[in-house]
DNA sequence: TGACAAAATGTTACCGCTACCATAACCTTT
DNA sequence: AAAGGTTATGGTAGCGGTAACATTTTGTCA
């Protein structure tokens, strides 16, 4: 193919143009794109080849500020690092752009503040939509969501009063669950690690849901058992270390976060531990990496894509119209029991 | 906070609502957004006062329609869940959201015409540049971004003739120097695991590199050790498997993509396979889990930070005017040598 | 074949903002 | 205080489409 030469200042071939060659008006060549059923046969035949052979690409900045109508949909998330999200966004992206609609994607990294200002980012974009995974925002993001009138749904907890749309999975649950698991499996001293706790309600619910489980078992809170560490490999096998140098050891360790279950086996390894016989392990992100190892280790099986999917069929029902008074759905999760307990 | 209540049909405030207010025009509003030192201070501070009273967000659609300058860059990768595009992304989402820039990020499932439609629909969103990772392009994709005229920066390989810019290391190189690598540390039979190859240049190049390197040390081509895997750990198992079924084994293999060297390794321990005594491994991409695993896996670092924020960084400048001149960026590799060879 | 509804197409105004040029306000300077 | 140069502000006309209504063409049936 001859390269073509770069112009710059191109402002391109106008639905104009393409209504002239055509023989028709601007309003036709708009309906054909739009809303094929409504043009003949036979004129559409025409502004088809006529686009064809211009090289005509609508403008959408034009028609959606002329339609009040964006084909765009915003999706906040703390991190694009966290292979966590990809599952959860590509799920939503299928459903998305399978009916034309765009994502726009940022990271707040953590910070309400900065979430604030993405969605101003984003409302100033017109989103037609918006998916959260946060579920802390500041006054000033609630009041602008809420305003806006587009439909925004939460996916990082599920809540009882979402802004508007709660798509998820109990944190709280899932964390008691799998430490009344780990209980009924007989462990005794259940240590928890637990994610970074600030601006972050997910790590703190999962650390209450540990703490509420060892309530009603009625075992007295250690707190030498509990550690907070980031979300890494590293920081996995740090927090094994702390809890191997305390008094009394844990005979088994719950991982509340990502990938530190696994950086916790590799440290397992490296110091000849046998898992789940010296030390028991479990996770609370189901990585693919956990059911691999070995031994392979058990984890909370969430239902990331069910969240994407979900949240965003939800949103397109919303934007058809359809206000399904749908305000909580619970996705749920499960227990996948492997070798490590 | 009181929930307040959502209208659906508000169109909310406008630019000409925050100039009534202030008593100025439109014009010294929209000024005063846009380029602040251009309006006196007394005057700005009214407007901000209005805006913020009023709760005003500019509608960027109108504004980039109006201006011909949008601020949106696209990204489009042929997946959103491989996580090794995340560092990549998110290097070149921290430079362009610094200076206002938002993201557009969409997925093409490695089907060049997906590729083209999202190319459409990107230009059609009027983005101000884009970054593609594949290197494989339709024609009218490689059309349409010819006549845009905006910056577009190709990825996934260094490219001698780049449709534009490339920002990139050489595949083929670095597979030819691991391959090397294996052979002088006195590997005889290695054994090479590739991505699949269709529509995917950068496991073509991969491959090549490694037949180089074999033709470079007149070693001939042994076709039994060349396998086509898919990206995931079972894949990489099952190749391993495959490769320990023919008759010459191998005593090291070089699996070319992703986490499939992990998903061996994890296939070596069950089948209490000794790293490297028994087989040797070596990995394209370093991941997290390959230097924390037992043994650590010899893998080669690819720029993938500095990918991405040098292709943000092209693209501003590009924005801003500066016709760099470049074309093709080579940000190199390394290989990272541990305890699997 | 004329009347009338339905389908296809056209006309006009405007979406909400910014470029461009015009004008007004504010300083200097002599 | 008038002249001249800045600096600050305003008016007007689009950007490239689409909504809403008007008009024309087509089809149907008595």
Redesign the pocket.
């Given at each position: 193919m001859k390269k073509a030469s770069r112009s710059g200042d191109n402002?391109?071939?106008?639905?104009?143009d393409v209504?002239r060659r055509a023989?028709?008006?601007?309003?036709?060549?708009?309906?054909?794109?739009?809303?094929p059923?409504?043009?003949?046969?036979?004129?559409?035949t025409k502004i088809l080849d006529a686009i064809e052979q211009t090289g005509?690409?609508?403008?959408r900045?034009?028609?959606?500020?002329?339609?009040?109508?964006s084909n765009t949909i915003g999706i906040i998330l703390p991190s694009l690092k966290n292979s966590l999200f990809a599952e959860t966004i590509q799920a939503a992206s299928d459903v998305l752009s399978k009916k034309g609609y765009l994502l726009l994607i940022a990271d707040s990294g953590h910070l309400l503040e900065e979430e604030e200002k993405l969605v101003e980012a984003f409302l100033g974009q017109r989103v037609r939509g918006m998916i959260l995974h946060n579920t802390l925002h500041t006054e000033r993001t609630m009041a602008m969501i809420s305003n806006s009138g587009i439909p925004v749904v939460e996916t990082g907890d599920l809540l009882a009063e979402p802004m508007d749309i709660s798509v998820s999975y109990s944190n709280f649950e899932a964390s008691k669950a799998m430490t009344m698991f780990l209980a009924k499996k007989g462990y005794k001293r259940i240590g928890f690690v637990a994610m970074i706790t600030e601006n972050n309600n997910r790590a703190r619910l999962r650390r209450d849901g540990y703490l509420a489980a060892l309530s009603e078992l009625n075992i007295g809170v250690d707190e030498t058992l509990m550690i907070e560490a980031a979300s890494s490999l590293e920081a996995g096998r740090d927090a094994l270390t702390k809890l191997l140098a305390i008094e009394i050891k844990p005979d088994a360790v719950f991982f509340a976060g990502d990938i530190m279950a696994a950086g916790a086996a590799f440290e397992c390894e490296s110091l000849n531990l046998k898992i789940p016989e010296d030390i028991a392990i479990a996770s609370f992100d189901d990585l693919a990496i956990l059911q691999h190892m070995t031994p392979s280790i058990t984890s909370l099986q969430i239902p990331r894509i069910a969240i994407g999917h979900e949240a965003a069929e939800i949103i397109l029902n919303r934007i058809k119209g359809q206000e399904t008074g749908v305000v909580s759905k619970d996705l749920g999760f499960e227990i996948a029991q492997r070798q490590s307990t």
């Open positions: 402002r391109g071939v106008l639905m104009n209504a023989n028709v008006s601007p309003m036709t060549v708009s309906r054909a794109l739009s809303n059923k409504m043009v003949s046969e036979k004129t559409r005509y690409v609508p403008n900045l034009a028609g959606s500020l002329a339609s009040n109508r």
